[in-house]
């Protein structure tokens, strides 16, 4: 009796169906991750074109400044306390005071604003920024530190003419949901209280326009030369921007870019330093400034004399260093930033 054998399915058939069952996988996952894989490649860009593409740094044109600021002569040292106390007793009832007091805190006054003034003069309607200045202060778990109030009031204190805005919790809640009710679902439902500060600061940049800056940042120069561009913050290292100091005009097109891709970046990026710095963080207007269609009205303040990180003081700033938010994470960054820095490519400083 001969005994029958069920004919074999061809090799071939099933290593094709195989493949297509993994392409059909690949291309899956490929679709289901595209939005996030487009936002990594633009953060990937940002990197690879730094350092080819134009930059438009402050004293690199004809603008009336040193290139990063390099030769300007150290920052006037003076006793911002004192210097309010004396406009105080200037504000005061001169019933209240002698005259050899009021003229001497007069004095003071004019001798201290004459210290601070510095940079190319231009008339107030050449200077698209207007004169006010942000600080944001939200969700803190601690009193806001004696230091960042007092840099606050240094800052008054060098721009006297100023309209300062702080931003609270109250304040902030109340002001997105009024001026950006398309926006407030994503704000509020931030996983990072720092997402909400990053994303505040370029909200309240486009509608008011004027100067963001972060608590931790002390004026030692008066910021009201940059105002005649239209749009300035200093450089990031290894590459990018940063913004922990913005000047802007009001309804600026790159502020507007800014505001109007926030919900699109807003995904997780693996670990929440990454995320953080990625969906609305520095390298997210870094990213936002290597894909804007004109950049020509974009100034960065580079050099490292500028480098805003850590206890450092540049040309115009005291910075205190405060980074509480970083995660564990961020020291892995900041090993392959030292890498990158070796690398040709990545390798300038500006």
């Not at 860009?45 to 400044?65: E, L, R």
């Not at 721009?159 to 009710?181: G, I, L, N, Q, Y």
């Not at 679902?185 to 931030?190: D, F, I, L, S």
Request: a positive charge; glycine letters at 4%; proline letters at 7%.
């Amino acid at each position: 009796m001969r005994l029958m054998v069920p004919p074999r399915r061809p090799l071939r058939r099933v290593t094709k169906l195989r493949r297509y069952v993994r392409a059909s996988i690949v291309l899956t996952i490929l679709f289901w991750l595209k939005d996030w894989l487009c936002c990594v490649f633009i953060i990937v860009y940002c990197y690879i074109s730094w350092n080819i593409a134009k930059v438009n740094y402050i004293g690199s044109g004809n603008d009336g400044f040193p290139l990063h600021l390099e030769s300007l002569p150290p920052a006037p040292d003076i006793d911002f306390a004192a210097l309010a106390s004396a406009r105080a007793l200037l504000a005061s009832s001169p019933h209240n005071t002698s005259s050899d007091e009021y003229s001497r805190a007069q004095d003071f006054v004019t001798k201290s604003e004459e210290l601070l003034r510095w940079g190319p003069e231009s008339e107030e309607s050449d200077r698209p920024i207007p004169p006010i200045m942000h600080h944001i202060a939200i969700e803190m778990k601690t009193p806001i530190p004696q230091k960042w109030l007092d840099a606050r009031d240094a800052c008054k204190q060098v721009h006297p003419d100023w309209t300062f805005m702080f931003w609270d919790d109250a304040s902030a809640e109340d002001f997105v949901r009024k001026e950006h009710p398309w926006f407030l679902h994503t704000w509020t439902n931030y996983k990072y209280p720092i997402q909400r500060a990053d994303s505040l600061r370029y909200l309240v940049l486009f509608t008011y326009g004027g100067t963001y800056l972060d608590m931790d940042l002390q004026c030692r120069r008066s910021l009201d030369p940059f105002r005649k561009f239209k749009f300035v913050a200093p450089a990031a290292h290894p590459v990018g921007i940063s913004n922990g100091f913005i000047m802007t005009a009001p309804k600026n097109s790159f502020l507007r870019q800014l505001t109007s891709n926030l919900q699109y970046f807003n995904r997780w990026y693996l670990s929440p330093y990454i995320t953080v710095m990625i969906s609305a963080g520095c390298m997210y207007v870094s990213s936002q400034h290597a894909i804007a269609s004109d950049r020509s009205e974009l100034m960065v303040l580079g050099g490292l004399n500028n480098k805003l990180s850590g206890n450092v003081t540049t040309p115009i700033f005291s910075h205190l260093g405060a980074s509480s938010w970083h995660e564990k994470d961020a020291k892995v960054f900041k090993v392959l930033g030292k890498v990158l820095k070796s690398i040709p490519i990545f390798g300038k400083d500006y």
